[in-house]
């Protein structure tokens, strides 16, 4: 490795998951499993993937952690919060992801992973319902004990750095163009004055983790960290913000398919996606009000990668619809299905069908694997505010749109400035960065 | 336009198609139809793509006709060769492909490209018969045959270039690693001595329009370029050759996709393709020996993608089939069925199946009209033997294996090489190029 | 044929048709097309099918028309309301379901097919609006004027009988549990009270009807005749009424696949449907009120054909959905898709999923013809009331619920029940009726 | 129970398979386990149909134990023959068909089940090797040794009656129509000159199973018990036969399918079916003379559901095509991929595709059930040679062609035919049996 100016991974790193459901209990085991080398951390980049440094002579191919100074899997330290009670490795078995005996070769290190009360309010997620939940007079009091967590587990795990990272539910849908998420001072005012109907509780989660400077993570399409009051929270405390939306199924897809399509100047007249999943995700996302704020972080994904400005003729007039269908005979076996209607040479139609039988916990484990790693790396880096170079891992990758910034969707591209930005951090010089 | 060594595209450019069939109709068509503004050659790189050129401040979006001379529409005079003697209106009548009214505009226009006889050999595609072909006594007369039209053609039309692009159907498989494939002369040698079953006709009409100072294009899985004594006649004809094998529609979406598991670092197990066409392409290749051909091509594509020796855990054991059927209902409406079993997390499968119902005449049209601009560009530009830049368009691009070259199928990866290609024809600089 | 108590087919029979779109029109094109020997009335079961009459040795097999008296092809004359004025012929131009080439043949006896103005309330289908619209002071003035265009049609062709038959679009949803539908005198004083929102246009068109001595289909899945004080019209008039909802693409396949299932005792977990169609129909279904009509005619098709009360392991526990969008790229082609959840021995689950690419006016149309030869059949033969008969055509079959009656849903018992009715209505012998 | 003719069940049943895989092991597997009320038999027509008996007020609904004496599943004693030794436990495990928590329940007696020695000829099936092989000098002892077994089997498991069941691989085609299959004589000539060409090892086991007075069904597609010399022995001993081929994935669905299109009178241009799956059969089947054995069987399908001469106008113009594909990814769960290309009025063309993601075994396993308690049922019966009922479990049902019998091929039909019989053995009166 070469000399760089970032910080070395020394110590251990706490990994702290809100939400020890179906996702982060995947990941917790995975990570667990494969420091063990009982299983294969597969779709990690962190983990597997090689790229080039150097040029003409000078080029090889390396891991990302023979480039920069990465936290090592040993060094992982995991804590969470639940509305739920249950540890877990008890969570791992009523998720039915994994199987059984890819669960109990670390039972007894999954079963010390106790959620702490979670903060929680019943209004933005009105399908869930739990008793492992803090009790505070206001937003501020409920973000003061996060905090206080956060410290908490810190210093009883001797942690040398934090991550915290949402793996929880998606809540209804918070527009992020209040005048009271503006400032970093109206939003304080607001937590005290328990503006419960603009705070929402991930708002809470986001503010003590960067308070606590720790990075901070949106998996769930929620804007908690979409606002300029949190920007100003992470330039104040110089972290890292990510966010949002873990790209997992029929968006992973889309974001590699419709580069095929734009790559070759073929035109397209509609793009229809429906899913059915039958886990809590789904069941939450039954509800309009939530199904709204999934729906916002899906739907922006295909006009900045076929783009109507720039193509007229082949994308001025494109019907994008998306679906979500709580179906509970699939549980966490999301089934994405997606009608594309192309048309080639004089306008002739064509349709191309997918139909993506995936598995929503498999999928999102690696993200949350490289999301933390890559976070605590760039906080090392002193990159703080929003990261635009792990847009490769989100669905509504952030923004700075008060600058003009627009979010780059297209997988292809959000890889190239991953690259970039990991050869930056290795001392080495970056590519052109999209074209 | 930077001023760059590339010669100016003046003058008439003579298009010579062998085959008068679905493809080169639909192309003659859109492109006759496209210059009176009634249809839109969509799909075609020249027509559409914008590419960057130039960094930084200088950064700007150009068409490929404003960084590089191309011919224009304008410019184009077909002729065509073919087993049957219909003109060019009545086989895109009878091909079925386009409607009456996207065809009746230019229907004068389509009435006079009559096909000239054409050089066959019924050995070489036992399903079809056809009366207008050329009688020769050994393959080197077949040749100076093809030669003579070249060259009657070039006269009476007043063009100042020509290129021969193949769009006829694929022949039995000819292994490429003969002796007599070795050297010029050899081959030479082989078709004075009338060797059938080493010299395909392909290679005739090869050899005749290298001859003639013409590119030519391997549009079917014919290895007809694909040999050293091809290359050597390229070379002292200063022509560029370019094949193989159109990439139309489960071999496009193939070279799209497969790119998308490599770059999240998913697994593969196995991918299985089938086909149903019921078009002459579809007919001639129920034949074993023809289909042979057609599948040597389409394996190649994911291991060169996919690659087991970078990333044994995750393309170590990847088991992969491409079936096509022949089945009449379909006509030229061909429809593909992609399986593909990758896995995810701690080795979790998980499926995608994708099912294209394309057309694929529709699809291959705007190939043929790049392929053609861009072998003249290369020959104005001096760039002759094997075009790399082309193997974006190819199902199985040339690559000079005796040099321990690789074929790159990986769609972007493509590109990347096209626009870098573009740019440097230019006067641009290129960018790094593959990575 | 033998000698029966049916009426013989004498004289002109007038087909008005309710709503001149693209079911409407596909059907008169095709009717008038197959009348000149150029077009194959293919769907139809009264011009195609074959049953069994007799037994043993006198078994033969029959077209319906060799064992009833059924109208002729010839004899049909077509009337049609319409909120738009274009005639037939502009109509099936717009409505781009049939080749110019399969509508042209016929064109001047399309262009004499003009809508008369129709009976229209905006509130019903909020989504729509039109200009030839009868101007009336109340529901009972509505009703008699469609009276008047009935009787004035009718004198005007010179037809000897009339079938209403209603190929408009889904109205809003209206229980048919209100009291005032329960006895014909409330119904009746309800359209002079003009109460718009218990008596929707359709009502007027069916009480229209009836009155005149026609019999009255609903092809929508409005619940204008499942009434109780419609049923009482039709036996004072001693009339035939039929309904509802054509049943065209994801219901025929549903009550043709549910009967697989059954048949071979597999279990059932989950039924997912949805249909994406761009016509006018899926513009008014995108509205939730006139959805809600449509949804609860569809849901009913499962429970009836794998009841949960026979067989409780196997369809104990069935979660359905359906749902319908608006996708305007496919205009009339609709596509359904289909995801059935299965388990076999042990409870091992499997999963079928149909996609169905199929054009809703071509599936729909020999269902109109066929319901309209067979009401008046039905009328000759002195059948009136309810036509359970005619559930076969129909995607939620009327029945009389006061009497108990449970609706058939299954595609091959409401074959046999069809089959029954030809035959007693022949002279010969039914066989048993469902097992 | 009605008194009827047919001899009660009295004792246990020995049902003995040939081959101890996936589909035998499944079927042990399910049984013994809902013998323990641990699973339920899904897919048995035995344990679960419920048909109507008697007419008007008498018409009752019943499971075929409450119609006639069926063997009842405590019973049933299971014997094996395998070219592998591993027993029924470990054969399980290996087949990974089931979760080891619903195999080790029994493990004790499956462990018990342990296989004979095979008779094998590797000639018959190449991509097989196998050591557990009885060594004979030609098929006449071969045949013996395997009497020997059903007789030892018998005595030491003391039970009344025995079936024996094929559950092995596909065999080479075996064309019926050699004269040496033609009689008794012939064939018991040609087994004891050692005519390994003209008999395979299945007529080995037929000729033993039927001569010890056991019923003998053929599960795979060979030709086994489709001769006249075999129908004499069945004559001759008053045994049951049935075949051939379980119908499970695909063929199931086409033969409920197919009557769907066929009773709506819609067109049918081609049908195109193809199939991919990774276990033993599988591999058999990529083997081109094993693969004729089952195209035989699955193309014949269609033609006799869908008449041609019947319906000229539908049906006179239907390509057909099946393909089997070795996929090792997939194992057990094979994957069929059916495009159906229907026309409706006019000649309108729509498609419509299935996607069945089956599991082979889980489908067979309740077919075996069923076929050897009611081929033991029919031999109490004194039916004896072919047995048509039983066409409702079978792909290629079996049917006298020297009498001008025609296979039925509809599910629906075959239902009836079942159903009938069922009634017929019972004491009830059949009704009319298709039409």
């Not at 998996?219 to 979409?226: C, I, R, Y």
């Not at 873990?246 to 199924?249: A, D, L, R, Y």
């Given at each position: 490795m070469k000399l760089t100016n970032v910080k070395p991974a020394d110590g251990k790193l706490g990994i702290m998951v809100v939400g020890c459901g179906a996702v982060a209990t995947t990941f917790m085991t995975g990570v667990l499993m494969a420091r063990k080398g009982l299983a294969k951390p597969v779709g990690s980049m962190t983990q597997y993937d090689k790229i080039r440094v150097g040029k003409g002579n000078d080029k090889k191919y390396l891991h990302y952690s023979d480039i920069v100074p990465l936290a090592k899997l040993n060094d992982i330290v995991f804590g969470t919060w639940d509305i739920y009670p249950q540890n877990a490795y008890q969570s791992a078995i009523y998720a039915e992801v994994l199987k059984e005996k890819d669960i109990n070769p670390v039972r007894e290190e999954l079963e010390k992973i106790v959620p702490m009360k979670a903060a929680f309010d019943h209004n933005y997620a009105k399908r869930l319902d739990g008793d492992n939940v803090k009790d505070c007079k206001n937003r501020w009091e409920m973000m003061e004990g996060i905090r206080k967590d956060i410290r908490d587990f810190k210093a009883k795990n001797n942690c040398s750095r934090i991550v915290v990272i949402w793996a929880a539910s998606t809540e209804i849908y918070v527009p992020e163009y209040e005048p009271i998420h503006g400032t970093l001072a109206s939003l304080e005012k607001a937590m005290k004055d328990d503006d419960r109907e603009h705070i929402a509780p991930s708002m809470c989660y986001a503010y003590a983790a960067l308070s606590e400077e720790a990075p901070f993570i949106m998996?769930?399409?929620?804007?908690?960290?979409?606002i300029p009051a949190m920007w100003e929270l992470a330039e104040k405390t110089k972290m890292p913000i990510a966010g949002k939306d873990?790209?997992?199924?029929q968006t992973l897809v889309k974001s590699g398919f419709a580069p095929i399509i734009g790559t070759r100047c073929l035109g397209l007249n509609g793009w229809f996606s429906t899913n059915i999943l039958g886990n809590r995700d789904g069941l939450v996302l039954d509800e309009p009000a939530n199904f709204r704020t999934k729906e916002v972080s899906k739907l922006s994904t295909l006009e900045t990668i076929l783009k109507s400005d720039d193509q007229p003729d082949l994308y001025g007039n494109v019907y994008h619809k998306v679906r979500i269908n709580y179906y509970p005979p699939r549980n966490d076996n999301k089934e994405g299905w997606d009608n594309i209607d192309i048309f080639g040479w004089m306008g002739y139609p064509m349709q191309i069908k997918i139909n993506f039988l995936c598995r929503d916990s498999i999928l999102a484990a690696p993200l949350l694997l490289d999301l933390t790693l890559l976070s605590d790396l760039a906080a090392r880096a002193g990159k703080f505010g929003i990261q635009r170079f792990l847009s490769f891992f989100l669905k509504s990758p952030m923004h700075d749109y008060t600058k003009g910034e627009e979010a780059v969707n297209n997988l292809f591209e959000q890889y190239t400035i991953l690259k970039n930005a990991i050869r930056e951090m290795g001392g080495y010089e970056a590519d052109q960065e999209v074209d």
């Open positions: 998996g769930a399409p929620n804007t908690t960290v979409d873990f790209k997992t199924g």
